[in-house]
């Protein structure tokens, strides 16, 4: 099964993101049972969505899944992608500042995450990983990734499973914050293990559905 996975390089004054380091370690050692294939995408407005769309298209993959980073406690399976760009008083990594601009302006104003939101989060729970469901990724590059790929599925008929997982920041992020409070942190071999087995549950439960729309063609 192919499958795309995609993270973020390093933005705000993190000299790594913690996206692009799962990102890393899993196109050295893929897990098995799917064809996996990798791609670091610019902290960049514009750049990011139409190399994630290139990356679609060269590739056809039947599961996308992009992860992107933050302050947060635990991985957060995001369930909504919204055409909106608005980060108002932060920049990307080409100085862009965009304020309620959408990203595509004839496109819907939203689009539902196709993977199984609810079953794999209890899925990442159930095997001591830290996760919980997230309405929505926001309006900063992460959403971006999530809309842009359900968009340019639909656009082009793809029936693509795609997903996107926030994950926390590196234990060597959170150090160098200038707060006496650090915020949260996880270890890059925790989060590594929790996205391989999040890529290993929707693996199974895209075969699972496949077969069951095979058994319901086949019945009489």
């Given amino acids: 099964m192919r499958v795309l996975l995609t993270g973020y390089e390093p933005f705000h004054h993190w000299t790594v993101n913690s996206s692009g380091e799962i990102v890393k370690v899993l196109a050295e050692e893929p897990p098995e049972g799917m064809a996996l294939r990798t791609r670091i995408l610019p902290v960049v407005f514009g750049d990011a969505g139409s190399l994630l769309a290139a990356e679609i298209d060269a590739f056809d993959p039947e599961i996308i899944l992009s992860l992107g980073a933050g302050i947060m406690s635990c991985l957060r399976v995001e369930r909504v992608g919204l055409n909106l760009c ?15 601009e959408p990203i595509d302006p004839s496109g819907p104003a939203a ?6 939101v609810r079953p ?3 899925y990442l729970c159930s095997h001591g990983i830290p996760a919980v469901e997230s309405l929505s990724a926001g309006a900063y590059l992460c959403n971006n990734a999530l809309y842009t790929a359900l968009h340019h599925c639909a656009r082009t008929g793809r029936n693509t499973w795609v997903g996107f997982i926030h994950v926390p920041l590196l234990p060597e992020q959170a150090a160098t914050e200038p707060v006496r ?3 949260a942190s996880l270890a890059l071999t925790t989060q590594v293990t929790g996205i391989r087995l999040a890529l290993d549950f929707l693996v199974g439960a895209r075969r699972e559905a496949r077969l069951s729309v095979e058994k319901a063609g086949a019945a009489p």
């Fill in 86 to 100: 608005d980060i108002p008083g932060r920049q990307d990594n080409r100085g862009q500042s965009p304020e309620e």
């Fill in 111 to 116: 689009y539902f995450a196709t993977i199984p």
């Fill in 120 to 122: 794999l989060t209890k």
């Fill in 181 to 183: 409070e650090k915020p």
